[in-house]
C-alpha cells in the first residue's frame, strides 16, 4: 500500500504546523518581556495588568486554535486523498487472484471506519493542545509547567528582576530564550508523566490513526484473498533490533511473536515506518529475496569513519537527528 519512505513523508505538514504554533508562543513570551523592559524605563505601572503580562494572550490562543484548523484540513487531506490513492494500489493483487475488488468510494464499511479514526485523531490534537507547556529545572530537577502558569511564574520573575535592576533586559532575556529551547514547547500524558515534543505528539498521534486505518485495510485484504501470510517492508536505517525481521514473509501469529506487532518497541510501534501486506503463496514475488536481504543489511552495518570515530548507517542517522536538534535550537536562539 505504502512504502517506508512514503508512510515516512504523511505526517510532514502537520509536524510543520505544530512547530510553527511552538516558535510563535515563545515569540509571544520574548514580546511580554519587551513590554517588562518598557515599563521599567517609563515606571507607567498602570499597563502592568496580569491580564496582559500574566496569561496567555488571547492572541496565542487564536494561534492555537489556527493550528488545529490547518491540522484539521491536513487529517481529512490524510484520510481521504492519501489513503484512497494507497487503496487503490491493491487492486492488482485482487485481479492477480480473481477476487473482487471494491472501488474506495463504494466500500462503505472502510469509509466508516476512516470517518472514526479521522475524529478520533482531531480529538487527540485538540487533548495536545491542552496539555501544552514546558519542561524546566526546578531545584534541580526537571518538571513539566503547563503553558498558563509558566507564562505567569516566568513573566513574573522577570518584572523583578528587571525592575528591580537585579538582572538587566539582555541577560533576562537570553535567560528565558534558553530555557524555552532547551524544552521546545511540549505536551503531557497526565496518567504516565511523560512528556514530548509538541510537533512529535502530533506527529505520533496522526500516525497512529493512519496506521490503525492501513492495519483494518491490511486485515480485510488477507481475509478477502484468504491469505494468512505477510511480507514486512524493508528500508534502510532501521535499527538493528527490526533489522532482524524486515523484508521476509511470516504468517500473522510470527508478526506478533517475532516482529513484536502491537508492541512500542516492534512492527508499527513507536517511530517504525515498516509496514506489512497480504502476501500469496503462487501469486505474490517477494520484493526481496533471503540472500538479498542479508547483503543488505550488512551493509547497513559496515562501519564509516567520519572525523575520527566509526558508524553504522543506523548510528550515522542518530547522531544526525541529534545534530539537526541541536541546529534547530540555535536557529531559534538567534529568532528570538
Known sequence: MFSPGELEKIPLEIQRIFSDLEMRIMEDVVDRIGMIDDISRTADWRIYTLGRLGKPSQDI????QEAL???????????SDVIKEGYARDEELYKATGKPFIPF????????????????????????????GFSIRVDGKMQFTELGKYYQRIL????VDITSGTFEYNSTLKKVINEMTNSGIRTIDYASGYT???????????????????????????????????????????????????GR????QELIDKCGLGKVDGLLGASCYHF??????????????????DKMNAKENEKQEYRGREYTTYEATQHQRKLERLMRKYKRDKQL
Open 276 to 293: 506489512y501486506y497480504p502476501f500469496i503463496k503462487g501469486v505474490s514475488t517477494r520484493t526481496y529475496t533471503d540472500e538479498e536481504l
Open 105 to 132: 468510494e463504494e466500500n462503505i464499511e472502510l469509509q466508516a471506519y476512516i470517518d472514526a479514526i479521522r475524529e478520533q485523531t482531531k480529538g487527540e490534537f485538540v487533548n495536545l493542545t491542552q496539555s501544552m
Open 61 to 64: 490562543k487564536n494561534e492555537i
Open 196 to 246: 514530548s515534543r509538541v510537533e512529535v505528539a502530533a506527529r505520533r498521534a496522526l500516525m497512529t490513526g493512519v496506521n490503525q486505518v492501513l492495519i483494518q485495510n491490511t486485515e480485510q485484504m488477507a481475509k478477502d484473498l484468504e491469505t494468512e501470510d505477510f511480507e514486512v517492508s524493508w528500508h534502510a536505517t532501521a535499527r538493528p533490533s527490526h533489522q532482524i525481521w524486515q
Open 249 to 252: 514473509v511470516y504468517p500473522k
Open 156 to 159: 513574573d520573575n522577570a518584572t
Open 69 to 79: 484548523n490547518k491540522s484539521n484540513a491536513e487529517i481529512d487531506r490524510i484520510y
